[in-house]
């Protein structure tokens, strides 16, 4: 799978302009606030029909302007798919394929597999839970189609109990037969996403271990654990002893979406501990683990984005990562850097061909 064409109309500080790229390595180049994540964002865009950088749509249309559109056409299986995302304001999001118009964007996640390793990945080290769980849930989807929609519909129901929650409190009542109801369909969508986590993560886990070897050089061991409530019992046990706790609350405090993933160097916590340089590293050898377990999934080579990489990490430590890129592994890679010359030195060591755009 390649990106051989992308166009962007009003999409953040781009008016109008196209890109035809290589197959193997493209690479752009300026200094800060010349859109070099934005574009990668664009391509990120056409996997997942949002920003990987900001959730609200409305704000990635180009100042002044009503609408944005992003087109791309890639090369699967010797034919051209061609997707286009636009928006136009006070208009839901439109996501086409090939012309035809998705009715949910969730039966798109997955055609096009994609990995981006950012700055903004930090967020997964020192932000809260959610973060982590939509990375598992991100890695799962793009191989499963059945666990977006399970996801889904725990997240309505989740809802939908919370509000009846609101309501008792507001109205001074209860009902717990009403509440049971949602109980029992927690259960049933929980008890089937804890069990594909649980899967998930025991095969990733060595991944990602082997991968932080690879990029460190065997220097510290690293470690990460699944956290969920469910491994101490069954969700409607856990949602009965909670009960008066979640009137008091007003919200529903266990199930599958109080998840976590605790993230370790050397015993201790990432988080408190790591370097920067560590951190970036568990986070690029995450990443990578991801395109790795994506890859055997789907048999399917993940675009890999790789923005602002070679930014606080040693020399050592980019020589290990451009190793781990100069094999038939990877598939189409794309690069933003703000030293053109240090982009060229690099990315001609992996052998590779490339094309650079600066912008």
């Not at 959730?55 to 009503?66: F, G, L, M, T, Y």
């Amino acid at each position: 799978m390649h990106l051989q064409k992308i166009t962007l109309v009003n999409f953040k500080n781009f008016e109008s302009q196209s890109f035809d790229f290589e197959n193997k390595i493209n690479c752009f180049v300026g200094n800060n606030g010349v859109g070099k994540t934005n574009l990668l964002d664009a391509i990120y865009y056409l996997s997942f029909a949002k920003s990987y950088f900001n959730p609200v749509a409305i704000q990635n249309i180009k100042h002044n302007q009503e609408f944005f559109m992003i087109q791309g056409e890639y090369l699967l299986d010797e034919k051209i798919d061609t997707v286009v995302c636009s928006l136009k304001r006070g208009n839901k999001k439109v996501l086409k394929r090939n012309g035809k118009v998705y009715e949910k964007f969730s039966d798109h996640i997955g055609h096009l597999p994609l990995v981006i390793i950012s700055p903004a990945d930090r967020d997964l080290i020192i932000e809260g839970s959610d973060i982590r769980r939509k990375f598992i849930d991100n890695v799962i989807s793009q191989s499963d189609k059945d666990y977006l929609q399970i996801i889904l519909k725990y997240n309505k129901v989740l809802a939908q109990r919370n509000s009846l929650l609101k309501y008792f409190a507001a109205n001074r009542t209860f009902d717990a037969l009403n509440l049971k109801v949602y109980d029992e369909q927690l259960k049933t969508y929980g008890t089937v996403i804890f069990k594909k986590r649980s899967v998930f993560l025991d095969a990733f886990i060595p991944i990602f271990r082997s991968r932080y070897q690879s990029i460190s050089n065997s220097k510290e061991v690293v470690d990460m654990f699944y956290k969920s409530q469910l491994k101490d019992g069954d969700i409607v046990e856990l949602l009965d002893k909670n009960l008066e706790r979640d009137r008091v609350l007003q919200y529903t405090s266990v199930g599958i979406h109080k998840d976590d993933l605790i993230f370790e160097i050397d015993g201790y916590p990432v988080k408190k501990f790591g370097s920067q340089g560590q951190q970036k590293s568990y986070l690029i050898a995450l990443k990578l683990a991801q395109f790795d377990f994506i890859t055997s999934k789907s048999n399917i080579k993940p675009i890999l984005l790789l923005d602002d990489i070679f930014d606080k990490l040693d020399d050592l430590r980019v020589e290990q990562l451009i190793n781990l890129v100069n094999n038939d592994h990877f598939g189409q890679l794309f690069i933003s850097d703000t030293h053109e010359e240090r982009t060229e030195e690099v990315v001609k060591r992996t052998k590779q061909s490339y094309k650079i755009f600066k912008l």
